[in-house]
């Protein structure tokens, strides 16, 4: 099986500049999109999963201190590399305090950048991958066993999963207390690229609901979160 490529959004307005880190970055297999203005970021963040986030602090439109505080105050936990033009220390706690993971200064050495880019993914994947659930997983009277695709509510009923109902679970559960987006579960679940709507998923977290909640009108596992996503809330 080929290693899964990072998806890369670029947000950046230099037109040049914008190019040449395109092509750099390609050259070391990531995927990349582009763009060159906060709202248009903000935009793709809402439609696409992406594994980190390069954005310019002056930005049209929108400038990048705003569309980082945006997307963490929506719960969005992308890794965000934040490239300036400012560079005193005042300059980069106030990057850091919106919410960026890391901070370039321009001009900057390009070896560099790429090294910063691979590292916050990698330690991005380290933390999800040690947050991820083993193949048995127990909440409340409820138990799931990935592997052989069944599940037992809270009365020892068995309940046969689906395939796309066991990703689906396993991309919840794994994200436990967080807000996971639409556009994620469609990308990862489903393997949308471009999504069309979320009928699916909402008919999945019903079923869900009818299976585990003690009421499935009043949930206490399994949430819909208004114009963001969908939560599985758990103590862990």
């Known amino acids: 099986m080929s290693e899964k490529q990072h998806h ?15 092509l750099n970055l390609e050259l070391e297999h990531y995927q990349v999109s582009c763009c060159g203005d906060g709202a248009e970021a903000l935009a793709l963040v809402h439609r696409e999963h992406f594994d980190l986030i390069i954005l310019d602090v002056m930005l049209p439109e929108v400038d990048g201190m705003a569309v980082c505080e945006s997307l963490r105050l929506q719960h969005f936990n992308v ?6 033009a400012k560079n005193t220390s005042a300059d980069r706690v106030a990057g850091l305090k919106k919410g960026a993971d890391d901070y370039l200064t321009k001009p900057f050495n390009l070896e560099e950048l790429l090294i910063r880019v691979e590292n916050l993914i990698r330690k991005n994947q380290m933390i999800t991958d040690r947050n991820q659930v ?11 066993d990935f592997n052989g695709l069944i599940a037992y509510n809270k009365k020892g009923k068995p309940i046969k999963l689906t395939k796309t109902e066991s990703m689906l679970l396993k991309l919840l559960i794994d994200n436990r207390n967080e807000v996971v987006t639409r556009e994620r579960i469609l990308q990862s679940v489903w393997g949308y690229q471009v999504f069309p709507n979320t009928r699916s998923i909402d008919n999945v977290i019903l079923a869900f609901r009818k299976y585990f909640e003690e009421d499935s009108r009043n949930p206490i596992f399994f949430h819909s979160v208004r114009g963001l996503g969908y939560k599985f809330s758990c103590p862990d």
């Open 8 to 22: 890369i959004l670029l947000v950046e307005d230099e037109e040049h500049l914008q190019e040449a880190l395109k």
């Open 79 to 84: 890794p965000i590399l934040m490239l300036s």
């Open 134 to 144: 083993t193949d048995v997983y127990q909440f409340g009277k409820n138990k799931i």
